[in-house]
């Protein structure tokens, strides 16, 4: 099977822009989570989708979105974004039949820098 | 609130010796925890999971963790470590209160010496 892919691996963008950050869960996948990575506060949960829906969410801003497609693929997205929103963004897979339990399976990222 | 720690910033261990990454969690009902280990510019790959039963839990590489109710830890462990193991390691716990998310300890550096 092959595994959850996130497009771009890299994007370099500037303050007030916005970005939109995709990834591709493993096949029979429903459920797709987003996570930041940051030297400073390490991996923080950003929301989950589950069948097209929003079913868990973080303590983020608004200007942090995101939506799932009948297909399961998600796609992430900061608009008018800020120095701080330099980070790796991960997205995980999973079942998500099973909240408690289900295993989350990550892709390799998207590095994102905002100058 | 749910929470997980991790103590050590770093361990160092050498080659062929055992090694320990600490892990402790506080949770209200029963604990879901988890292990992931990153290696440079690369997501989190699962090692082992503890949702019930046996406190020893083995998972990928040769890795094993052990879940201790009473001291609420569930520490990683491998009997000989490998250059190669060498990497950021991460425990995290399942909150199932008001929702799901897994919460992530900070991490702790992993340095195998040959």
């Known amino acids: 099977k092959a595994g959850v892919t996130q497009t771009p691996r890299y994007l370099i963008k500037t303050r007030g822009q916005q970005v939109t950050l995709s990834c591709s869960p493993i096949?029979?996948?429903?459920?797709v989570s987003w996570y930041q990575q940051t030297p400073g506060q390490g991996l923080q949960f950003l929301f989950e989708?589950?069948?097209?829906?929003?079913?868990n969410k973080g303590n983020f801003p608004g200007r942090f979105s995101g939506r799932q497609f009948s297909n399961s693929r998600s796609e992430m997205n900061v608009s008018t974004l800020e120095l701080g929103d330099s980070a790796l963004y991960l997205c995980?897979?999973?079942?998500?039949?099973?909240?408690?339990?289900?295993?989350?399976?990550f892709g390799p990222g998207t590095r994102l820098t905002v100058l | 609130a749910q929470s997980v720690a991790q103590p050590e910033d770093q361990v160092n261990v050498a080659e062929g010796n055992p090694l320990t990454v600490k892990c402790t969690y506080s949770?209200?009902?029963?604990?879901?925890l988890f292990w992931y280990v990153q290696y440079p510019n690369r997501g989190l790959q699962f090692l082992l999971k503890?949702?019930?039963?046996?406190?020893l839990v083995k998972g990928s590489y040769g890795f094993e963790a052990e879940f201790n109710k009473s001291q609420t830890s569930f520490h990683l462990k491998k009997p000989s470590a490998l250059v190669s193991d060498s990497a950021l390691y991460f425990c995290?716990?399942?909150?199932?209160?008001?929702?799901?998310?897994?919460?992530f300890g900070a991490g702790t550096r992993l340095f195998v010496k040959a």
């Open positions: 995980a897979s999973s079942p998500g039949t099973q909240q408690g339990i289900d295993t989350q399976y």
């Open positions: 096949s029979g996948h429903r459920s």
């Open positions: 989708y589950f069948s097209e829906t929003q079913r």
């Open positions: 949770v209200s009902g029963n604990p879901y």
């Open positions: 503890y949702i019930t039963g046996d406190n």
């Open positions: 995290a716990v399942r909150d199932i209160t008001g929702g799901f998310k897994t919460i």
